[in-house]
């Protein structure tokens, strides 16, 4: 079936880089998304990936895209502290709609 | 360009008792989909909407249900409450296709007692 899994926790100082990891199931997802949620927040559209691309960058985020391993990563240079919330990795079901992981929270320490 | 708005914010219910939760999607985008967030099983997809027409149904019971109006915006109704109905109730539009990315609202915490 399909599915997409990724860690639960990233703690990291400020100013260095973060690096979410997600597996997804569905090889013939066409598109592959990152999504932001804050407390008490919905959810924000960060980016996303084609899957015929290898890379895509914008601004300081970087995502990886290895169609073979079925592994998507999203790298945000230079963290924040007001980039602590929890990361949502999605792939577009067999249906058209989105299929979460249960989110990585990332914490960012000054 | 407004983003989704989806009202009311936070709602208190009773067991047996409905809800109607309503979404007004960015302008322009003519498809509307809901999901359902919860802490055990995070988020889960319920339906998508497109043109006043379900194009897409996940695994929820009949209680929910949904509907689209000429303009776009949705309303999603749950009839019969239960506590485990308790939950963010997100709603997202798109554009179009199904490969267009979806833009989600605040979303609707339901609260059911």
């Known amino acids: 079936g399909e599915d997409v899994e990724q860690s639960l926790f990233l703690s990291v100082r400020e100013g260095d880089s973060s690096v979410i990891n997600c597996t997804y199931t569905?090889?013939?997802?066409?598109?592959l998304y990152w999504y932001k949620q804050e407390p008490g927040a919905g959810l924000q559209l960060l980016t996303y990936i084609f899957s015929n691309m290898d890379m895509k960058q914008d601004q300081r985020l970087t995502v990886l895209l290895n169609k073979k391993d079925k592994h998507l990563s999203l790298r945000i240079a230079d963290t924040q502290t007001g980039d602590s919330a929890i990361y949502f990795c999605?792939?577009?079901?067999?249906?058209?709609?989105?299929?979460f992981g249960k989110g990585t929270k990332l914490s960012v320490k000054p | 360009k407004a983003g989704v708005t989806q009202t009311p914010r936070y709602l208190i219910k009773t067991r047996g008792q409905q809800v109607t939760l309503s979404c007004s999607p960015i302008s322009g985008h003519r498809s509307v989909s809901w999901y359902q967030q919860t802490p055990g099983q995070g988020l889960q997809f319920l339906f998508e909407?497109?043109?006043?027409?379900?194009?897409n149904k996940g695994n929820f019971p009949g209680r929910f249900s949904g509907r689209q109006f000429s303009n776009s915006r949705s309303e999603m109704n749950v009839s019969t409450l239960e506590l485990g109905d308790s939950a963010l109730y997100l709603c997202a539009s798109s554009l179009n296709s199904q490969a267009d990315p979806q833009y989600f609202g605040p979303g609707t915490r339901l609260l059911v007692l």
């Open positions: 999605a792939e577009r079901g067999s249906q058209g709609n989105l299929i």
């Open positions: 569905d090889s013939s997802s066409t598109y």
């Open positions: 909407y497109f043109s006043e027409t379900q194009r």
